[in-house]
């Protein structure tokens, strides 16, 4: 759900930029705390944002609804490298999908960071944790932190949307109508993100141990 | 990324007219379009500067089918906006069904909003086709923007385009293998290929670390901006003429 | 009999304008072992890709087993032909190799007493049967380069084509490998490789296609092909070094192209006494020119 270039008001563009800045300047904060002890870790930084693009490429097909679906990749990257710095390398591959693919915008850059990388990230974390926690196994753990990760961006970004475009009506029932009319589309992309987390954690976890121990998380 | 965006960011490379501005220039006035295209809010101006963005690119040779059909990605978010205005704005109802209402008025700023779109979106394609990361890259750290999130877009972009080349290869083995011919295939398929990709990504990381570590662990941002010439003089004032035509009527 | 591929003058041209095939043509025999041959950038896995569509021409047409090679009929022609790609890591992607040569024959929708039957024939044909269980990163190069061969073998293809299959690999790998593919062929298998390893190709090919800038400069049998020196160096080749060697002795028409062909030669130039001294003189004389 990127939303593009010149969709949002000039007020609300901006405004969105405040809270997302205090999150990437969050995970500037995190990831050099990181770097002091190895700097080679920006490396990592950028092969997983070139990894969290390419994946979001990747058509997914979901199982019963008979549609396919592109991951966003986020909630994976925050279970992996935590979710401040998911958020970092989600923002530079939403401006880069910008400049590439006119996929989102510049104006809209702000309010993307919020929906995709921030709500993605550490409602995809945070689920993860918690239902890491309530005794969940990784992959349903993973699952549910993709599936909610991305109806927290869609969330967020339905709201926004109905904040920019409400016009004379009251801002819940835009939200609800913007929620709605984009459900077929997300429900199916959801589903894919579980679906994408799971497997890819779980193939991990049995194929290289290793790594889940390297990176930010050990589960 | 296949096709459109390799097009996209060859054109850059390209060093046609476009990118040989400079790229400062480029960015400030990227932000001040966009900006005022919000601002305004007004047809007037977005078509113009969408009909100028076009002319930019036929000026400088570059071939923009690839480039509208980029920009016509967000289609779905052009109907929305359009049709929620026309719904939930306005006074003059043009038809109605039950509590459904469709106003003329609210049409008319939903349109505004679509013209927005189109010209902002194709701002940032002129941006796009023009600017060869690092270009980018220097004229961002000039603007102070912080050196961590920069060097990261130098990063990620000198793999990205590996890493999409192995993805392919790797789709293409599983294809062959018939591994997307049908539904859940394809599920189990982009399982694998997702891990199999994560683990590769992983250790080349952790070899890039390597070798960056053996050879110091600097700033991945090299090189320096040349001096502003005669092409950004015309550029500045093409750009400050285009904004004052329209900031006065 | 029947050709097993036939690829009709076939074009084609990468988005980024490079024009890669030119009015290709060529018929590759049932049960056949082909080498299709051509300096780095001449084509060769373009051309491969065609064969089982992973690329569709834009001009020209390809059959494999007489099906039409086109979008609808990817899943069928992947079923003849097994495709191994240049690099093993790109083809194998499960965590084991008894998961990976099984992916394959799980997606034809086989059931699994069958796919763990195929998994171990196949891994028997290419000598990793004990390896079955081992994690891929615990794997040589070599040992995963056969393992992703057993992986379409499992699939029990008509045909096996290979880009540059012994590409990396150590002198014994490249043996091994070599010898694994030409007792395939002596089963039945027709066998596609592209390859540059030309000391390689004539210990196992019958024929061999050589590809020149994205059109094929020559096509035949394996000798009528490298009777030509001055057409192999055109297409950036070189003829085998035991052939370089006799090239420099006087008198030789037709030049050995193995180890084997050489030593026959030589045996017979002994017996005919004369001529070997000769030739001996001459060696010995050049060299003593050349210091
Ligand atoms: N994905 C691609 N995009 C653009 N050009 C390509 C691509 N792959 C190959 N080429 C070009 O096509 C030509 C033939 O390449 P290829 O078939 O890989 O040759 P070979 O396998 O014989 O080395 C080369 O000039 C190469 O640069
Ligand atoms: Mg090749």
């Known amino acids: 759900m990127h939303i593009p270039e010149g969709m949002l008001p000039a007020g609300q563009a901006a405004a969105w930029y405040a809270p997302a800045a205090a999150f990437v300047a969050g995970g500037i904060v995190q990831v050099k705390r990181r770097l002091a002890r190895a700097a080679e870790y920006k490396a990592m930084l950028g092969l997983m944002a070139a990894f969290v693009f390419v994946v979001s490429l990747m058509p997914v097909p979901v199982p019963g609804i008979g549609t396919v679906s592109h991951p966003c990749g986020t909630p994976l990257a925050a279970i992996l490298l935590g979710p401040f710095a998911a958020v970092l390398v989600g923002a530079v591959a939403l401006l880069m999908q910008a400049l590439f693919f006119a996929h989102g915008g510049i104006t809209t850059w702000g309010a993307n960071i919020l929906s995709m990388a921030v709500a993605g990230s550490f409602a995809g974390y945070g689920t993860y944790v918690l239902a890491r926690r309530l005794g969940l196994g990784l992959g349903a753990a993973a699952g549910l932190a993709g599936f909610l990760g991305d109806l927290a961006t869609y969330g967020v970004t339905s709201l926004q949307l109905a904040l920019g475009l409400h016009g004379d009506q009251s801002i819940p029932v835009v939200w609800a109508t913007a929620f709605v009319s984009f459900l077929p589309t997300q429900v199916p992309l959801a589903i894919a993100e579980g679906l994408f987390t799971a497997g890819v954690l779980v193939f991990i976890a049995r194929q290289r141990e290793d790594i889940l121990k390297g990176v930010e998380l050990a589960p | ?249 | 009999m029947t050709a097993m591929i036939r690829i009709e003058s076939v074009s084609f041209t990468y988005p980024g304008g490079v024009r890669a095939l030119d009015g290709v043509s060529l018929e590759v025999p049932r049960g056949c072992f082909m080498s299709l041959m051509g300096a780095n950038g001449s084509g060769k896995s373009t051309l491969l890709k065609h064969i089982n569509g992973l690329l569709l021409p834009e001009a020209g047409r390809v059959s494999v087993a007489g099906i039409a090679v086109g979008k609808d009929s990817f899943e069928e022609v992947n079923r003849r032909v097994g495709f191994v790609f240049q690099d093993p890591n790109d083809q194998i992607f499960a965590p084991t190799a008894r998961e990976d040569i099984g992916y394959g024959p799980v997606n034809l929708g086989l059931p699994p007493e069958e796919v763990e039957r195929r998994v171990e024939e196949a891994a028997a044909q290419v000598g990793i049967g004990e390896l079955l269980d081992r994690p891929i990163h615990h794997l040589s190069y070599g040992q995963k380069k056969r393992l992703s061969i057993a992986g379409v073998l499992a699939m029990k293809p008509d045909c096996l084509v290979l880009d540059e299959p012994t590409a990396s690999l150590d002198p014994m790998g490249e043996h091994r490998l070599m010898r694994i593919l030409h007792g395939l062929n002596r089963n039945g298998m027709t066998v596609v490789m592209a390859t540059h390893d030309v000391d390689l190709v004539p210990l196992y090919s019958q024929r061999v296609c050589l590809l020149r800038a994205g059109r094929v400069a020559v096509e035949g049998e394996l000798k009528q092909v490298f009777a030509d020196r001055e057409l192999i160096e055109r297409c950036r080749l070189r003829l085998p070094r035991i052939a370089s060697l006799f090239e420099q002795l006087p008198g030789i028409t037709e030049l050995p192209l193995t180890v084997g062909m050489a030593r026959r030669r030589l045996e017979r130039l002994m017996e005919e006494d004369g001529p070997l001294l000769a030739a001996a003189r001459t060696l010995l004389e050049t060299e003593g020119e050349s210091h």
Not at chain 2, 120 to 131: D, P, R, W
Request: aromatic fraction near 10%.
């Open chain 2, 1 to 249: 990324m296949a096709g459109a965006s390799r097009r996209h960011d060859d054109i850059a490379w390209g060093g046609g007219l476009l990118t040989r501005i400079d790229p400062r220039v480029k960015i400030a006035g990227t932000v001040l379009l966009l900006a005022v295209n919000l601002y305004l809010s007004s047809w007037a101006f977005s078509a113009a500067l969408a009909v100028a963005m076009l002319l930019l690119m036929t000026l400088g040779h570059v071939p923009y089918r690839r480039q509208l059909l980029a920009v016509a990605f967000p289609a779905g978010f052009t109907i929305f906006a359009v049709a929620s205005q026309a719904l939930f704005s306005g006074e003059e109802v043009i038809a109605s069904l039950g509590p459904v209402a469709i106003h003329w008025d609210g049409l008319l700023a939903g349109l505004v909003i679509a013209l927005r779109i189109l010209g902002g979106a194709l701002v940032v394609v002129v941006l796009g086709v023009s600017t060869p990361m690092n270009h980018l890259a220097l004229a961002l750290r000039w603007f102070r923007v912080p050196l961590l999130f920069v060097e990261l877009l130098q990063l990620t972009y000198r793999y990205l385009f590996d890493i999409y080349a192995e993805f392919t290869r790797m789709r293409e083995a599983q294809r062959v293998r018939l591994g997307w011919s049908n539904r859940r295939a394809g599920l189990e398929s982009s399982r694998l290929l997702g891990g199999a990709l994560f683990v590769r990504v992983y250790d080349r990381g952790l070899r890039a670390g390597e070798a960056m570590r053996c050879r110091g662990s600097g700033p991945v941002v090299a090189g320096s901006l040349g001096r502003p010439g005669r092409i950004d003089l015309v550029s500045v004032a093409l750009l400050a003429e285009f904004l004052l035509i329209f900031m006065n009527i």
